[in-house]
């Protein structure tokens, strides 16, 4: 197997681990480990802007709805970055704002870029969030140096992973920011607990085309000392209660389980599996929409109880190390 130069350290001592074919574009992809920087990435490295229009994954609906609530990722910049620290704000990758509106409620002056152009609408139209644009990163570069325009903070929240130049994306995050400037954001966590089980069955976006760069702290960290930044602060960002459910669903589809899942599943009628107020629609408020909606609430309350006392425990443990890794960091002089 023929070793490729690492798109972070440039080394070629690379390893080959996997391969995977995306059902999407029915490319094939390689999975790599550098043994220099400890970076694992997949080649080809070639972002598809038509994958998020095309709301190829569920969730960029819900961005073009302009539904989201602020995700898990983004409480840890509330939480840990300097409240003494404000000025000018650039979300690299901000979607439908989500998070530069409620940054904005901190006294930030906020700008977002996004390739995604029916996210940035949902920004302009819903939140108001004018100074927000369907741009390329090294596109919005040259409009800032024409611009004369520079940022106190520039965060990307899940962006990093998806680039196919992370050294690229690094240097124009550095010539768009004022001198002592912040960083801030969030990658998944390579070293999650049963990561593979997790891209199985929860979490199968974690593949090319979508994510490209699987980072560690490690990782994260050579990355961020190579670019000239110090202060480098990382911090667990946990799972909410909420994603509970998702572990039990995890549970479910193992192997030992899933006699039990089906048992469970065959227990209600199939239409369970669908909305009840796709069924109110039809049926209206009727004796058997009713029914429909006991049945399902019994269903996830057996489920609940069955499979609590074994998710309990990797809900905890996935928290020990995080589900994503938040860092900061600031530029040196």
Known sequence: ????????????????????????????????????????????????????????????????????????????????????????????????????????????????????????????????????????????????????????????FEVLEHQDNPQNFIKNVKKLLKPNGYIAGTVPNRDRPLVALDRRYANTADFPPHHFLYFNRDSLRFLLRKFNFEDIFFSPVEVNFNSVNTLIELIITMGWSRKLSKMLKNSVIDEGSMPVSSYEKIYGKSKRVKLLRFLKTSRDLMRLLVFLPFSMPLYFLINSKGAQIYFQAKLKE
């Open 1 to 156: 197997m023929k070793n490729l130069k690492c798109p972070v350290c440039e080394k070629d001592y690379t390893t080959f681990i996997d391969t995977y074919i995306s059902s999407w574009n029915f490319q094939e992809y390689k999975l790599y480990h550098c043994e220099n920087c400890s970076l694992q990435w997949w080649e080809p490295l070639e972002i598809i802007a038509e994958f998020y229009e095309e709301e190829v994954l569920l969730a960029y609906k819900y961005f073009h709805a302009g539904v989201r609530e602020l995700q898990a990722w983004h409480k840890p910049f509330f939480k840990h970055f300097p409240r003494d620290k404000k000025g000018v704000l650039l979300d690299i990758g901000c979607g439908d704002g989500v998070f530069l509106k409620e940054v904005k409620k901190l006294g930030f002056e906020v700008w977002g870029i996004d390739l995604d152009k029916k996210s940035i609408k949902t920004a302009r139209e819903k939140f108001g969030l004018m100074n927000t644009y369907p741009m390329f990163l090294e596109e919005f570069s040259q409009f800032a140096e024409e611009s004369g325009l520079k940022f106190d903070v520039i965060t990307f």
